[in-house]
């Protein structure tokens, strides 16, 4: 089982309820994951996937993730000027869609207990969903 991360962390388990709420609410039209498939796959076939989908995060919660969710692709994209210059370019960050929807419902439990205790990093304000 090398391909798996175990991390030490204890999370709440996610309902069926956040994993529906999450897929319905992806952006269709924007790049593959870095699996190759697109969002609209999962919501064409939420009915049939979200509880397939929702034994996996759960399962991965409690027993590791795979390696392959911790991957991402990092792609430069050219904003103008001298294309030898780094700093005229952006990246974005492709990963695996199953990572993204288990981040944000991390995310969505968890942001707003650290607000609560005030434990939320320095300087993350412009990251804020308020």
Known sequence: MENIIRTPIKHDIFSLEDNESRINKLTNGKVKGIEGYQVEILKLGRYILIPHLHKLINSSIKHGF?????QS?????????????????????????????????????????????GKRAKGKDGFMRY
């Open 66 to 70: 795979h390696k392959t969710w911790t």
């Open 73 to 117: 692709l990092i792609v430069p994209i050219f904003k103008n000027g001298d294309k030898v210059a780094p700093s005229n370019y952006m990246t974005i960050i492709i990963s695996h869609i199953l990572a993204k929807i288990y981040g944000f419902i991390s995310d969505k439990k968890i942001s707003p207990r650290l607000e609560i205790h």
